[in-house]
């Protein structure tokens, strides 16, 4: 019996096929436009996807916990004396200053992110040598050298020499000797930035003495992040706590509202879509009637007929999956999402070439699936059974 | 948190899922109320060609609840990165009081629906479509369970703040925990695990007897037998098999072997489970309709088969169960 019902469905298949092929224009056409549907909605899933991975995949860089001080609801310089206060607390690695700041090049009309460091007291500080195309860290004690991204070697078109100059805030120049550059690996972090020692950075912002932006503390025990975090609040209540965990969540609810919102704007497509599908699957032409008459003459039963419909149905929106996935992944792979990027990316100007790679997880075919396929069946049922309950008599009694 | 991809899916699906219901609802009634099978009035055809409109809407239904039920897993595994404290779909589902019911409302519909969809398979297997009646009656009460579905889910996700804290899985299933979890860490590993080996056992014989020798109390108890094997292999994959797969004695998780890191392995394991205790507690239900016209050797027909099927299912299924424990063993682990 398993046998025979299987020889049937395989036979309905195939005049399934043979329907869609018949009716090729009307096929092709529903099929292009779900197509583009999907695609748009993958697109934009795949992007989302992607960049929070990107996201994840930078902050596994970053200090456990970023130290911040305010004042008046705004962040301000904080006092290396800090450092002596959080000497009490257990589970703290070391605590590490940090300059960093932007830099408006106003003949270019530019901003790059200079960043002043102790590279030494770094607990991998030897290992940002890795991230170097070529050249070498500043240490501490070499004034004046700095290590540049990509983009700022393009900018100030560093080609052929190694020196160049910015402007203090009192217009004074401070003169620069670059002793590496960043590997383009790592574009995304590095593309705009100039890494130098603390006490460069210092005078080139003009910071007091005993003063940095921020204090980076990194932890042994990741588990013990949130309770150390606690206690430095405690400690020091008018320093803000960033923990890593935390600003990897904040990333995710973002992008993933973003993503939502995407989404609900582009429901009305797929709202569109559906109203298609609907009204192309209903109308009947009278040879289509003729054809289903036709067949209920020669012993085909309703639920055959459904069957048929439903084949159809599967085919057209599976192909119509294929197509639009495989679309949307070169497009967020090769073409690095170029219509997507400035709603799910900042606004910034100096940008980094970015190269995303979506990972197709089940679960994510699933969730695309869910958006497109699921509303295109419902819409075609109604009409599938319409079409399925002609009565033979009256198709072939004209 | 509405704006997330995950909870729109989701709440899309539902509602396509209740506009089908609606329709077919609304076909039930009529149905209920003008039903005459003698007749040959014109409204009579018109109801014949409905109850196939009907059945295919609830056949599509069922289709995209089980999509929904997988997705809902998965969107929960996807909220619980935004969830501080909550490590897998476990934390994500117990971040508010809807999560797990939820879940069981979809788990148990797909139960419901599919002893709808066997009851219009038998129907139509007769001339006289015997059981219109009571399956139309059986369609209006599903879908106050269609309703409970999408509120509980609708609610769940209403409820998710990204910001509040709930325990991960290793603490909810672990061991030093009690409260609520009281039925997944009352009994020893031990125990539970010869319990499953003995139901397993027990079943392979009812299953086999039933094939020799058909007896009605005997189809009831192989039934039986299945409810209560459904929920202890589900307790039995959340204490003993997950940490097997996970190879992590603490991390016990029903959730997370659905995941690709684990080789979808879960899909396997729930696949195999979820159709067996489908087709073993379907078999009294088919004999409850057997006197009704003309169903006999259909409803015998159906019975031997879900018998061997689930028979079948339960092979697959111990087997994928056992494999990682048995692997485990054979590379030197002490039991």
Not at chain 1, 306 to 318: D, P, Q, T
């Amino acid at each position: 019996m398993a046998q025979s019902n299987l020889e049937k469905q395989l036979n309905i298949l195939d005049y399934a096929l043979s329907s869609l092929w018949r009716h090729r224009l009307k096929s092709l056409s529903v099929l292009l436009v779900f197509a583009a549907v999907i695609f748009l909605l993958a697109s934009f899933q795949m992007v989302t996807q992607a960049l929070s991975d990107k996201a994840k995949q930078v902050l596994t860089h970053t200090p456990e916990i970023t130290l911040q001080k305010m004042s008046a609801g705004r962040q301000e310089a904080i006092p290396l004396a800090y450092r002596d206060k959080l000497a009490g607390i257990f589970g703290i690695r070391r605590v590490v200053p940090r300059i960093w700041g932007y830099y408006f090049d106003e003949v270019r009309l530019a901003n790059s992110t200079v960043m002043g460091m102790a590279v030494d007291e770094m607990p991998e500080g030897n290992r940002l040598d890795a991230a170097l195309a070529k050249g070498a860290m500043p240490g501490p004690d070499e004034q004046g050298r700095v290590v540049v991204g990509h983009s700022i070697t393009k900018a100030l078109d560093l080609a052929g020499r190694t020196t160049f100059s910015l402007f203090r805030p009192d217009l004074s120049l401070k003169p620069f000797e670059v002793s590496g550059e960043f590997s383009r690996d790592t574009d995304i972090l590095t593309n705009d930035l100039i890494v130098m020692n603390l006490a460069d950075a210092r005078d080139l912002f003009s910071i007091p003495a005993g003063l940095v932006t921020d204090l980076c503390v990194y932890v042994a025990n990741p588990k013990e992040i949130d309770t150390i975090a606690k206690k430095i609040s405690e400690t020091l209540p008018s320093v803000r706590v960033l923990t890593r965990p935390q600003i990897q969540k904040t990333y995710q609810v973002v992008f993933g509202w973003r993503s939502g919102f995407g989404s609900i704007c582009l429901l009305s497509a797929l709202a569109a879509f559906v109203i298609l599908a609907w009204d192309k699957a209903s109308g009947l032409s009278p040879e289509e009637r003729r054809e289903i008459a036709i067949l209920k003459v020669l012993g085909w039963e309703t639920s055959d007929i459904l069957a048929v419909r439903f084949w159809e149905s599967v085919i057209v929106s599976g192909l119509a999956c294929l197509v639009g996935m495989t679309a949307a992944y070169i497009h967020v792979v090769y073409c690095a999402a170029a219509l997507f990027r400035p709603v799910l990316m900042g606004w910034s100007v100096l940008r980094p070439d970015l190269h995303l790679l979506p990972r197709m997880a089940v679960g994510d075919i699933l969730l695309i699936f869910a958006f497109t396929v699921i509303p295109y069946l419902a819409a075609t049922v109604i009409p599938a059974w319409r079409s399925a309950t002609v009565p033979a008599d009256s198709a072939l009694g004209g | 948190m509405f704006l997330n991809p995950w909870s729109l899916a989701l709440s899309l699906c539902s509602l396509v899922v209740l506009v089908l219901g609606a329709v077919a609802a609304k076909t039930a009634v009529r149905v209920l109320r003008f039903w005459e099978p003698g007749s040959d009035s014109n409204r009579q055809i018109r109801l014949e060609n409905e109850i196939w409109l009907s059945s295919t809407l609830v056949a599509y239904g069922l289709g995209f609840q089980i999509i929904t039920l997988i997705l809902f897993v998965l969107a929960a595994d996807e909220f619980c990165q935004v969830i501080v404290g909550a490590m897998c779909a476990t934390g994500a589902l117990l971040a508010n009081p809807y999560g797990m019911p939820a879940l069981l409302v979809k788990l148990f519909g797909v139960f419901f629906y599919g002893f709808w969809i066997l009851l219009h398979q038998l129907d139509i297997r007769s001339e006289h479509y015997p059981l219109v009646r009571i399956k139309y009656l059986a369609l209006l009460l599903l879908l106050p369970m269609l309703v409970l579905d999408a509120s509980l889910q609708t609610l769940y996700i209403a409820g998710i703040k990204p910001d509040i804290i709930t325990s991960c899985c290793a603490v909810v299933f672990g061991e030093s925990t009690g409260g609520g979890t009281n039925l997944i860490t009352g009994y020893s590993q031990q125990g539970l695990l010869i319990a499953f080996i003995a139901s397993i056992a027990v079943l392979m014989i009812v299953g086999g007897r039933l094939l020799q020798r058909w007896h009605a109390w005997l189809a009831g108890l192989y039934a039986a037998g299945w409810l209560w094997f459904f929920v202890l292999s589900l307790v039995v994959i959340t204490t003993v098999i997950s940490s097997y797969v996970y190879a992590m004695p603490y991390h016990k998780c029903p959730f997370c072997i659905l995941k690709p890191e684990y080789h979808y392995f879960g899909f396997g394991l729930y696949g195999a489970l979820i159709p067996a205790a489908f087709f073993g507690a379907s078999v009294p239900l088919a004999g409850l309709v057997r006197g009704r016209g003309g169903l006999g050797g259909v409803v015998d027909r159906y019975q031997r088969l879900a018998v061997r099927l689930s028979l079948v299912l339960l092979v697959i299924f111990s087997g994928l169960s056992f494999y990682h424990y048995l692997k485990y063993l054979i590379s030197g682990g002490e039991g």
